[in-house]
């Protein structure tokens, strides 16, 4: 585990509290679900995270950005009665409850959300900032006095 305590990281990097507050909350959680399975695929600036929803749908679903943790969220199963009977003879599909989180970056905005054939893609951008863009720096000689 990490210890982010440590005069190494209070003394010699500063201005970065608020992301180690957030790694020292990860490091703290030792058992993460995995349970939806899911994807992170990158293209350029532009990021998704794909999540197998099957079976459920928008209604059931709630997404949420609080303080730079995405969370997509399901309440679990309801019991519904059809035609004065329940009957599940053998349930392969895993519709539990869920709270998957992923903390996004200051920089990262989320561009929207649709769900497809129970595959639920969350848009993501990265928005670089021009001071933080690489710039070239030109560099200069000095003049030389030629003889005077």
Do not use: C, H, W
């Amino acid at each position: 585990m990490l210890n982010f305590t440590d005069p190494f990281f209070s003394t010699r990097v500063l201005g970065f509290e608020s992301l180690f507050d957030r790694l020292q909350m990860l490091s703290e959680s030792s058992s993460r679900s995995t349970y939806p399975p899911y994807n992170i695929r990158r293209d350029g600036n532009d990021i998704f995270v794909e999540v197998a929803v099957a079976g459920l749908s928008k209604d059931d679903l709630e997404i949420e950005l609080a303080d730079g943790i995405l969370s997509i969220s399901y309440a679990g199963p309801s019991t519904q009665v059809v035609n004065d009977k329940n009957e599940l003879v053998y349930q392969g599909i895993a519709q539990r409850a869920f709270n998957q989180q992923f903390t996004l970056s200051d920089d990262v905005v989320v561009k929207g959300a649709e769900l497809v054939n129970g595959l639920l893609t969350i848009g993501l951008e990265r928005i670089i900032p021009d001071e933080r863009k690489p710039k070239r720096i030109d560099i200069k000689t000095p003049k030389k006095i030629l003889g005077k």
